[in-house]
């Protein structure tokens, strides 16, 4: 469609065009990382504005999550329950690659807009459902919250203390491993089209890829009868690891997984008998003892600064390192260095640092072009320009609720 989709760009993914009708996060998130390299996204919100304009930390009203998820993205307003909606959006996605949506399994259906009808209109077509559950199963209409997914994967049942109730980690965690799970998934499409003609359907949850990220919790029980419990920053397949308070009361954390990383730790705290006792030389026999090497650790640490502990272990070559907080990690050399955070004009909130784009690529490296877009922002060129709606046209789509 003329005037629609830039016809160049910069990226691997420049002439990738992608409707993003998704709302918080995981759908969302796919279309944000193919915008970082190169896609040209539309996106797609109700004329109210979509939940994630109100969602979490906030200056003058304006969500920085927004800020941050809808980064690279033109901003129009379409109500998709409204007929006319439904029209634009046919004209819409007539000759994108990539839709993403985020209903209830049935509401696109129920709009005539499922993917049997969508594909009629552009068979190269690849629709992205994201949703809590899946479009099948028993569970495929409940809510789809990435805190469900987070206590039904497993993950929240190996969070916390052992004498404490499961935690749901307070940041969504599904939603971004959804979110790169998805995104994998759209690239491994988008190729078969290349090679086939033909699009293809997506059916992404929220749980599954939180469970596979979670390993061989189903194999270790059917195998050894084991089930993971809580036991804090402990872990069941490694110690010593786990996170110790410095004697300028901050913290440092650790971990050896490996022989040669527990030796050197074991070295580092002048406990080089430990390495020659023979009674911590393997994985197992250490996590027999993670009581006692805890303990002799933690002491060690407890007598030191944060500075000392990391200048003695920087010199052992331990793998430890200090916990940051937001101010440390602004104040990094190594996030500096590897542009983890770059910084963008916006016409809102003027000067914002977002998170860089990643992974660094030495051909092909993503870029931050702009940070979320105000409200329907592109109306006027996409709906106006694009699909040539008249003025009066559009007045009237925005009287009757569609824009």
Not at 142 to 166: I, K, N, Q, Y
Not at 351 to 373: C, D, K, N, Q, Y
């Amino acid at each position: 469609m003329s005037g629609l989709w830039s016809s160049g760009g910069e990226g691997a993914l420049a002439g990738v065009r992608v409707v993003d009708a998704a709302t918080l996060l995981a759908g969302p998130m796919i279309a944000t990382h193919m915008g970082d390299f190169g896609a040209d996204v539309l996106k797609l919100e109700h004329p109210s504005g979509e939940p994630l304009r109100s969602f979490g930390w906030q200056r003058d009203g304006i969500s920085l999550w927004w800020k941050t998820a809808s980064r690279n993205k033109r901003a129009c307003t379409l109500n998709l329950s409204k007929a006319a909606g439904q029209e634009i959006l046919l004209e819409l996605i007539a000759d994108a690659d990539v839709l993403i949506e985020n209903f209830r399994p049935g509401t696109m259906e129920r709009w005539n807009l499922g993917y049997e009808r969508l594909s009629e209109h552009n068979p190269r077509l690849i629709m992205v459902r994201t949703t809590g559950f899946g479009q099948t199963g028993p569970y495929h209409d409940r809510p789809g919250f990435g805190t469900l997914a987070e206590a039904m994967s497993g993950l929240a049942w190996v969070l916390g203390e052992r004498d404490r109730p499961p935690i749901v980690p307070p940041l969504p965690m599904a939603d971004g491993i959804a979110a790169l799970s998805g995104t994998i998934a759209t690239l491994i499409a988008l190729r078969h089209r290349d090679l086939t003609g033909r699009g293809q359907c997506i059916d992404l949850s929220l749980l599954e890829p939180l469970f596979a990220f979670l390993g061989p919790q189903v194999a270790a029980y059917e195998q050894t009868g084991a089930i993971d419990q809580r036991d804090g920053s402990r872990a069941s397949f490694g110690a010593p690891r786990n996170v110790y308070r410095t004697a300028d009361d901050r913290f440092v954390a650790i971990s050896t997984s490996a022989q040669s990383a527990a030796d050197r730790l074991f070295v580092s705290i002048g406990r080089s008998d430990l390495v020659a006792s023979g009674c911590y030389d393997t994985t197992q026999r250490r996590l027999a003892h993670a009581d006692e090497l805890d303990a002799l650790i933690a002491a060690w640490v407890a007598d030191r600064t944060q500075s000392e502990v990391l200048r003695i272990w920087d010199e052992h070559g331990v793998a430890g390192c200090p916990i940051y907080n937001v101010l440390d990690i602004i104040e990094d050399e190594h996030v500096a260095a590897r542009q983890m955070l770059v910084e963008v004009d916006d016409d809102e909130l003027g000067a914002l640092r977002l998170p860089g784009v990643f992974p660094p690529m030495s051909e092909t490296p993503g870029r931050v072009r702009h940070a979320g877009r105000p409200l329907g922002a592109d109306n006027e060129a996409v709906l106006g320009g694009a699909l040539r709606r008249s003025p009066d046209e559009l007045a009237s789509l925005r009287d009757a609720g569609v824009i």
